[in-house]
């Protein structure tokens, strides 16, 4: 068995190497075959190691000076002589020293390094980021969470493509259900956008287009993926972690005030940490950047350890199931039977 | 002081009359000084107050046949000939019989209706829905939530004004706070349309505008009004309510089980009853079709009595504040604002 290779930007997010660092190291203890390049500045990567205490031999250090914020525009990524963490781990992914690389940086360049280190696979126009959505009875997979705020009806076709394979590649039984997210389920609902693209997933014998749904549909389990551009999506994705945050400092509150209140949270403790645990964000955290020839996760900029630890978790397994070579498969599959089509007619 | 008379789709939404007369009563036993017009097939609404035995004289019963569903095409809703209860009741209000009418029948044929004939008022291309939405500290209005999937930055713009309106008649302190929903808050991100609606907000010395806000902000109290194209807005307020079922159900699921877990959720009791009041959507039932010459007032199409109930009191306050009228005057005073401006150049 070989040794699963992944990149780590260690500058990026809000906390830098004092997330990412510690999050690297709680996966090594329980993964064997792994082994991580660590990519900032070493100086910082090394303090951290050495506070731990940290002399095994999973881990090497790649060194740069230069880092990028979130208020950096995202071009900046591609300033030859100042390469930065970002840049540096996707550039890794591309030399084929790593399977995948994860970045807790500025989306705007990770994406961009993406397109210009890595391409987009043949038939994909642009990436998409894909997040997880947590239902009440199973998961779902949304895509496009923000890399594309205009999407023609061809690119929302393609994200069904890729959602559907991400999806049978983390359990889902073949082939995954894909629904068009729009404001109603009626036909003659939607902007010409979306009204297009279901025409061209309704003619597409590849994927199991299951038709238009609602917000809500993302919780209830109605479908496996769900297309949308990436303005929706990311607002999508926003606003639903707002009402877990209001549900949570609803929670909080109760566990002050009077005694009585106080007494009764503390009896109704695990209930709401059972709640909590299955709303908690930290478990989702690790967007995939999907129709690139090469993988790449993005961490939300303020996850912590543990949910660091998430994205790193969903780099190895979409290393190790090599996603970009199974999307290529499937668009080739498709493009293959559409020409097909087109000849028989 | 005059009695305030509201026109109710009495056939509209999922169950018809058995929801909008118990709910139309229940509000007669609080508001001495409101009358209802209760729109739809007499019949059946006759019998529903028989069966209360109500006998007062706050009630009128305007009779038609007619009544559209949601899977009509909304243009349905102008055949001349077949007048339904929803047509009907938006005609009260033209005739100015009624202050405001309220409907959980189809929303499509209800724009429609509205603009056919009440129509827009003057600056205001095209009306939009608004939405209440429940933060941890306070609320927040969101428009458009479906009325236009596609919007101009002007539209937008026109959002941002009318919504203040509406926020500062309903408590908030003058001016109300204003954002822009989109995908970061540095000026780069976004789509066209959005960047050019925030260059006119802040041109525009009337409104509050504070800036371009995320999806969370809806709950946080960080701004009073946020705005959206009706796509990107119906999305999010169905997909919050998504969460709110996924954080009800896991906590009826906590209720069930082992002998020990039904102990438990009896003691809890109380503090889930708390929070599931604080997010009960009923409260919140009840969108504002803004921007017309006169008030319609869209209720939820499942909405239950309390949550209908919770639709025709919007209805009141919004007839007793006049707000098409504010309207009117706020949009003609930065017209004239912006006239001067222009002249000073």
Redesign the interface.
Known sequence: MIETRIAIDAMGGEYGVSVTVPAALSLLRDHKMVFFYLVGDEPQIRAQLEMVGYTGNKIEIIHTPYLLT??D?PTRALRAKEKSSLYMAVELVKDKLAGACVSAGNTGALLLAGRHLLGTLPGIDKPAIVAVI???SKNCLLLDV?AN??CKAQQLFQFAVMGSVLAESMGVMQPASVGL?N?GV?D?K??EQVRTAASLLEQCSSINYTGYV???????GTVDVVV?D???G??????????????N???RS?MQGSLA?KL??L??F??IR??QS??NPAQYNGASLLGLQGSIIKSHSNAGSEAFAYAIQRAITEAESAIPRLIAQRVAEIVGVSMQQEAAV
């Not at 990311?234 to 549900?247: D, F, L, P, Q, R």
């Open positions: 979130d208020k525009k947590p239902g009440a923000g705020v205009d997210l404001i009626e003659y939607g902007n609602e917000g809500n549909a993302l919780f209830s949308c990436g303005f929706v990311n607002v999508t994705i926003k606003s639903s972690a707002g009402v877990v945050e209001v549900v400092s609803l929670l109760r209140s009764l949270s009896v109704s695990p209930l059972r709640l299955r709303i």
